[in-house]
C-alpha cells in the first residue's frame, strides 16, 4: 500500500551463484603459443549450458601456473541488467577488496560476507535466540 500521491518501489535485484572450486580451465592463443586469458575475459558461450544464464569469469593474474576462472550462475534476476552489464558488474566487484591491490577471484561483497559470518561464528559463543529458530538466521 502507498500514501496518496506516492509510488510503489520494486526493488531490482539478482541471485548469483558463484563457485571457485571448478575444475574448468582455460587458455587462448597468443603468437602460437597457449597463455592464460587475461583478466577480465569472460566465457559465455560453447561451454556454458544453453538453457542457463551462466558464464565464467578469469578475474585475476596468476604468476605461476594455470588461472582458474570462477563460475557465475544467475538463478533469478529482475535487475534488467543485459548479460554484459551483469559480467562487467561482477568483474568490477572484484577489484573492490581492500585487503589486496589487485583483482580477487570473486566479488568483494561475498569476500566481506564470508569473514564477517567466520568471525561471528567464532566470536558468540552461546545458542542463538529462539525467536530465529524459524528464520535463515544463518545466512
Known amino acids: 500500500m502507498t500514501a496518496k500521491g506516492t509510488r510503489s518501489l520494486i526493488p531490482k535485484c539478482a541471485v548469483v551463484v558463484i563457485k571457485k572450486r571448478i575444475n574448468n580451465r582455460f587458455c587462448s592463443l597468443n603468437q602460437g603459443n597457449l597463455v592464460n ?20 569469469l578469469v578475474s585475476q593474474s596468476v604468476r605461476q601456473g594455470t588461472v582458474t576462472p ?3 550462475n544467475v538463478i533469478w534476476d529482475n535487475s534488467g541488467l543485459a548479460p ?21 577471484r570473486v566479488p568483494a561483497p561475498c569476500l566481506y560476507a564470508h569473514k564477517l559470518s ?13 525467536e530465529l529458530a524459524d528464520r535463515l538466521f544463518f545466512l
Open 37 to 56: 586469458p587475461s583478466p577480465g575475459t569472460v566465457i559465455d558461450s560453447v561451454v556454458t549450458k544453453p538453457d542457463l544464464y551462466d558464464f565464467f
Open 70 to 72: 570462477t563460475s557465475y
Open 84 to 104: 554484459d552489464s551483469m559480467q562487467s558488474l561482477t568483474y568490477k566487484l572484484t577489484h573492490l577488496y581492500f585487503n589486496w591491490p589487485g583483482t580477487i
Open 118 to 130: 567466520f568471525l561471528v561464528g567464532q566470536s558468540l559463543h552461546k545458542e542463538p535466540r529462539i
